[in-house]
């Protein structure tokens, strides 16, 4: 199985702050990476799908890049409402798996 | 509008059995593959499940084989997850996720999720 490691497990910043997330597979998965943000309380909502897609009404201050093992979630200047955790998940190779998140704070 | 709606989690003593549904509505439930996706209390998600749109195909994580099985009713519009031997590391919101029809499959739909709660 493949497992998806992201860093780091939390990260405080500010309003403003331009924010970078990096995920790693344990063996390359093409660019089959998605990235999920989860507001406390919330299911997940799908940002960014194959790498680099951003999903319909996500906003573009939303960027990710990668391929093979290495991806990362970008966001340009963050706004309040961009405080939650962030998961990476790979569906390249059954089963499917996601990584254990990161937590995004206000600093 | 695409919406999923789960229901049916509830507390259960350890051995014991839970089935949570899930209903789909706004898209054409029968043209889906559907994922059953897990969050214990404080902690990651965790995917339990998967199952094809004509349900020829489910599969299971391992922590889930042999004790859960994965269900539809496309006439209903509606995902099922029976879960049985409920075990103490089962308690979860259990979510039921849309898969694209995009390359890659991601889960771009999920619902709000039904807490299952596993103790004596």
């Known amino acids: 199985d493949i497992q998806m490691t992201q860093s780091p497990s939390s990260l405080s910043a500010s309003v403003g702050d331009r924010v970078t997330i990096t995920c790693r597979a344990s063996q390359s998965v093409s660019s089959y990476v998605h990235w999920y943000q989860q507001r406390p309380g919330k299911a997940p909502k799908l940002l960014i799908y194959?790498?680099?897609t951003l999903q319909s009404a996500a906003p573009s201050r939303f960027s990710g890049s990668g391929s093979g093992t290495d991806f990362t979630l970008t966001i340009s200047s963050l706004q309040p409402e961009d405080f939650a955790t962030y998961y990476c998940q790979q569906t390249y190779s059954p089963p499917q798996s996601f990584g254990q998140g990161t937590k995004l704070e206000i600093k | 509008e695409v919406q999923l709606v789960e229901s049916g989690g509830g507390l259960v003593q350890p051995g014991g059995s839970l089935r949570v549904s899930c209903v789909a509505s706004?898209?054409?439930?029968?043209?889906?593959?559907m994922n059953w996706v897990r969050q214990a209390p404080g902690r990651g998600l965790e995917w339990v499940s998967y199952?094809?749109?004509?349900?020829?195909?489910?599969h299971y994580a391992d922590s889930v084989k042999g004790r859960f099985t994965v269900s539809r009713d496309n006439a209903k519009s509606s995902l099922f997850l029976q879960m049985n031997n409920l075990r103490v590391e089962d308690t979860a919101v259990y979510y039921c996720?849309?898969?694209?029809?995009?390359?890659?499959?991601?889960?771009?739909?999920w619902g709000q999720g039904t807490l299952v709660t596993v103790s004596s």
């Open positions: 706004g898209f054409s439930f029968s043209s889906y593959e």
């Open positions: 199952i094809h749109s004509g349900g020829v195909s489910r």
């Open positions: 194959n790498s680099a």
């Open positions: 996720a849309r898969e694209s029809v995009l390359t890659g499959s991601p889960s771009d739909y």
